[in-house]
């Protein structure tokens, strides 16, 4: 075994992980449990962990110590002892209510980066705005409006703002941004949940999004970070507080000021893994299926050190 903190084993390991928690919550689709569906991924999650040569401590997880009993934040995982010392951030499943409902773009979420380098965002809200590689640094700005970054998109693309399409989260609060981005002439994507996915998005011509802006959760954005430093794309985030105990936990981590716009080198300091497995069929995956007695699983896993974005698809006999 290498001694990088990022070799091509825990690039590996990574799938493995993300793979052992999508087939547990695809066990509980579609069964309207989402408390069961969120449950057994976790636990699937944590044991694969643990039997991993690492010493892990999760940054991003299920929640403080006192909310969730397994994969809260400050947990240690992994064999431990002189293994390498990493940050974990993990969704275990993004999207339990489209798991519970059988609904396509449900996801289980990793990233992995040397200790210390991945931001603990408070459990909270973000507003986020991302785009994929290619364009010039910069060309994204939060503190514009939806409208603006929609014309300074098409530009860089050197096409009309109809020609843009921006993925956002269909929630009340996002009324005035869909207003703004119709105004400038650009398409909506309305996704219903999981905005991870609706970042990653953006990275894949395939998918057609070539935007995304919105309010989601503070954890998802540091994940979705690290899928996009991989490929080179552009995020920026500001916290969201929306009640004064969001306000005590942002400034216990340090990050209290409600402010200030971190963009993703910020937000993942060093180079990162990030691993997603499909539990439902989605744009970017396809869900966990049986055909013949065997059970088909479709990841995908990237490494910002080499900036390379790997496909992979399992199939293992029931």
Known sequence: MTDKILDRNLVLDAVRVTEAAAIAAWRQMGRGDEIAADQAAVEAMRIALNELAIDGEIVIGEGERDEAPLLY??????????????????????????????MPNALTVMAWAPRGTLMKAAAGYMDKIACGPGYPPGMIDLAKTPAQNVVALAAAKGVPADQVTVCVLDRPRHA???????????????????????????????????????QGGAPEGVL??????????????????????????????????????????????SDAIFAATGVTDGELLDGVQVRGGVMHVHSIVMNSATQTVREVRMKKPL
């Open 73 to 102: 934040v400050g947990e240690k995982v992994g064999a431990g002892g002189r293994a390498r010392r990493i940050d974990i951030a993990l969704d275990p499943l993004e999207g339990v209510t489209l798991t519970a409902k059988a």
């Open 176 to 214: 005035d941004i869909i207003a703004s981005v119709r105004e400038a002439g650009a398409r909506v994507r309305l996704i219903a949940d999981g905005d991870i996915a609706g970042v990653i998005a953006t990275s894949d011509p395939s998918t057609g999004i070539d935007l995304y802006i919105g």
């Open 224 to 269: 979705a970070c690290a899928a996009l430093k991989c490929v080179g794309g552009q995020f920026q985030g500001r916290l969201a507080f929306r009640n004064a105990d969001d306000r005590a936990r942002a400034k216990r981590l340090g990050l209290g000021d409600p402010d200030r716009i971190y963009d993703l080198h910020e937000m993942v300091k």
